[in-house]
């Protein structure tokens, strides 16, 4: 009887002492220090990244106690559990971070959970869970089990977070839309031309080399001096860079494009000459020269386009040529669509008949400089007028080009739709369609157009281009990415910039800015510089955007906040609001001002009317 007395008597003491140890615990729960880093918690790539840390102080954790900690986020839209995290005494074993009694210590805690619109005013809380146990609870998934299966304490809660800093979102997914080239032109006919040939495989300008000795290509190019100088300037210039066929493709695109560019940097030097002469027949004064210059480009129409593999003429050249086995080598390049096979064979041809090596592919290593010209058709305002009364009665070029100088989007919306009614075997319109309701944000009417325009032309770089940023605004990466570099092999200049978008999206801010090196003035390069905290860099790049919107003005209120410029963010945030009524209902949850909600004047800028 005694031995039983005693018995009971120790495990009294047991769990006395178990619950004493708890109750203490909870007692000086706040003296737990959490932070959250940051703080408040924030966006990337999409989700909310919740990482905090946790300092537990000396003499504070029991060791025969473990703690259950689940964290929950908290929003308009309801409550998220987080996964739980466990941490014990040095006398509990199992797999959780061990807290030592006499010296105290730390925890760090990560977890993301898909964002969704509304999230920004989210809480981040915990009300952990102390238990005594001889070994941690593996298997329990919510603090309820803890409490019914072990009696557990419930500590009073704690906020980690109060908001969720979205600036992340921020990212102008549009980026660049690929609208199929005009072929319209408001002068027809008369086409004056230069081309400018290059050695095998390189884009290096030498005009000593043999085509352009044999074509007189340098005095082929001034020559153009003297057609601008004699019939005006144009009103459309492209310039168009090839390959020859024979290369690795990926080369040759990249050949293509640099040619391009060369041909492109003539251009200029040309154009600059002409209008110098221009500016001195109009008696234009020294100091008004360069504006003059500006006034003049921007009545023109100048397109660059790298074309790859001048497959087109490698077709025509090759038929009109005595090669004997010409309709074998026209089949190869008809049918084979494996694009390595095709170059191989080609390839091959240039072995047993040299005739392509020495006539044929030298043709192709170019870039032509075309000016546009001849007598004038409808003017723009007989063009507009007609495809609002009845575009039946324009040409499918001309109410291309009419959607063209509309500037705006919803009637640019209906036109092209309309063109795809009744011009459903033309790719452009259906691409031009996709690209314009991917613009205005209808994703579905953007997906039926471009799969409709893929169909009709699967290798097209604007199509593949914008079928891009379609994946990318439905957050498919992988696929955004594959459709980027497809239309980036085909030529296309705009997916090598679209490509940036993703490295914004997945938090990759470094890679993005070494990518928009060569960029200015533009509102991602700001963004990436926000994000990589050049606050400074980020303002100046704002400053200098040609087009000074509401988003421009928001991102830079953001940068002066937090330089602590209160004048100058809230001069920003009101020019903001005052050209979209929308940024007071965002500045007015927005952690990034969470300094200034107090703030009388903050209030007067956001107030709701």
Not at 239 to 250: F, K, L, M, R, V
Not at 338 to 359: A, C, F, G, H, W
Request: with cysteine; glycine share 6%; charged share 25%.
């Amino acid at each position: 009887m005694k031995k039983t007395l005693l018995a009971l008597l120790a495990v009294s003491v047991v769990l006395l002492t178990g619950c004493s140890g708890l109750s203490k615990m909870k007692s000086k729960s706040k003296n737990i220090r959490y932070q959250a880093n940051p703080d408040p918690v924030e966006t990337r790539d999409d989700k909310v990244v919740v990482n905090f840390t946790a300092s537990i102080p000396p003499k504070y954790f029991d060791k025969g106690v473990a703690l259950f900690i689940q964290p929950v986020f908290t929003w308009e839209g309801g409550t998220t559990p987080l996964e739980p995290i466990t941490i014990k005494g040095e006398n509990v074993s199992g797999q959780a971070t061990t807290i030592n009694y006499t010296t105290g210590g730390r925890f760090t805690y990560n977890d993301v959970l898909d964002y969704k619109p509304g999230m920004e005013t989210g809480r981040v809380t915990l009300a952990p869970v102390g238990y005594k146990a001889s070994t941690v609870d593996d298997e329990a998934l919510f603090a309820e089990d803890i409490v019914k299966n072990h009696r557990g304490v419930t500590f009073p809660t704690v906020l980690i977070s109060d908001g969720v800093n979205i600036t992340s979102e921020w990212i102008d997914i549009r980026g660049n839309i690929s609208i199929a080239p005009l072929n319209y032109n408001k002068k027809q006919g008369v086409v004056e031309t230069a081309d400018i040939y290059f050695p095998n495989g390189n884009s290096v300008l030498d005009w000593n080399c043999e085509m352009n000795v044999k074509f007189d290509a340098r005095n082929t190019v001034e020559d153009l001096k003297r057609i601008m100088l004699e019939n005006g300037l144009p009103k459309q210039i492209t310039i168009t860079g090839w390959a020859s066929p024979e290369g690795e493709e990926t080369h040759n695109t990249g050949v293509s494009k640099n040619r391009a560019d060369i041909a492109t940097g003539e251009l200029r030097r040309v154009l600059d000459d002409v209008l110098v002469v221009m500016a001195k027949r109009a008696k234009v004064k020294p100091q008004d020269l360069e504006y003059y210059k500006h006034n003049q480009l921007k009545k023109m129409i100048i397109t660059t386009r790298a074309a790859g593999e001048d497959w087109v003429h490698f077709v025509v050249m090759v038929e009109e040529s005595t090669i004997q086995d010409k309709h074998a080598i026209v089949n190869v390049v008809e049918t084979q669509q494996n694009l390595v096979k095709r170059e191989q064979m080609i390839k091959n041809y240039s072995e047993t008949y040299p005739q392509l090596e020495q006539d044929i592919f030298p043709n192709l290593r170019r870039a032509q400089i075309a000016l546009y010209y001849s007598e004038a058709r409808k003017t723009d305002v007989e063009l507009a007028k007609q495809a609002t009364l009845n575009p039946a009665k324009l040409t499918f070029d001309e109410l291309m080009y009419a959607t063209y100088i509309n500037y705006n989007y919803d009637t640019k919306m209906k036109y092209y739709k309309w063109a795809t009614e009744n011009h459903s075997a033309e790719w452009g319109a259906w691409n031009n369609a996709g690209a314009i309701a991917f613009y205005l944000g209808d994703y579905d009417e953007a997906d039926r157009y471009l799969k409709v325009a893929r169909d009709l032309n699967p290798h097209n770089p604007d199509i593949l281009n914008n079928t891009g940023l379609l994946c990318l605004a439905k957050k498919d990466y992988t696929l955004a990415k594959y459709y980027f570099e497809e239309a980036q092999r085909q030529g296309s200049t705009d997916a090598e910039a679209n490509i940036t978008i993703l490295n914004l999206k997945r938090g990759n801010y470094e890679d993005a800015q070494k990518m928009l090196k060569g960029t200015s003035c533009s509102y991602n390069l700001a963004f990436t510089q926000l994000m990589n905290d050049e606050t400074d860099a980020c303002i100046r790049t704002l400053n200098c955007c040609l087009d000074q919107t509401a988003e421009v003005n928001y991102l830079r209120a953001v940068a002066y906040a937090r330089l602590g410029d209160r004048e100058n963010c809230l001069k920003n945030l009101q020019a903001s609001v005052d050209q979209e009524y929308e940024y007071k209902r965002k500045a007015a949850i927005d952690t990034e001002f969470k300094a200034y909600w107090d703030d009388e004047d903050f209030k007067l800028v956001i107030k709701l009317y």
